[in-house]
């Protein structure tokens, strides 16, 4: 599986946590950044991360900042995407399964990186159920 993975400098601490684990699983990665704990502009690293995986050049993406609502609303305004914010384990699961979410979004300075890191899990191993709930995906984008 191929993963994408951004964020800000908000979410600095958690993203290397994250891109850790990732890199364990022997998942393909990508790092848009950042690089360190230095001030970003969360749309710089969320538009590459969404171009990727809106090109089909990786399946999922993370995106981490404080609150995860800045990153969700730069990678939505894709119209390949289907990013959701991200706070416990039903949310993480949900989104997948009933929305074809493929971006994942995680607020740092609202969950610790161990929930954090079990949402990505919950997203990552989770299927989409389509039947009825694919007719509303499909409406998603404009």
Request: one cysteine or more; aromatic letters at 10%.
């Amino acid at each position: 599986m191929k993963v994408a993975i951004a964020g800000d400098h908000a979410g600095f601490e958690y993203k290397k946590v994250i891109l850790r684990w990732l890199q364990e699983q022997n998942f393909e990665t990508v790092d848009y950044g950042p690089y360190t704990t230095e001030a970003v502009d969360y749309p710089d690293t969320a538009h590459q991360l969404a171009i990727s995986v809106e090109s089909g050049q990786y399946e999922f993406g993370i995106l981490i900042c404080g609150s995860g609502n800045g990153v969700c609303m730069t990678a939505n305004h894709h119209q390949g995407i289907r990013a959701g914010l991200v706070w416990n384990l039903e949310v993480a699961e949900l989104i997948r399964q009933h929305n074809n979410a493929n971006v994942i979004c995680l607020p740092a300075r609202f969950i610790d990186v161990e929930l954090a890191l079990e949402c990505v899990k919950t997203f990552l191993k989770t299927e989409f159920e389509g039947g009825r709930h694919a007719r509303r995906a499909d409406k998603i984008s404009c």
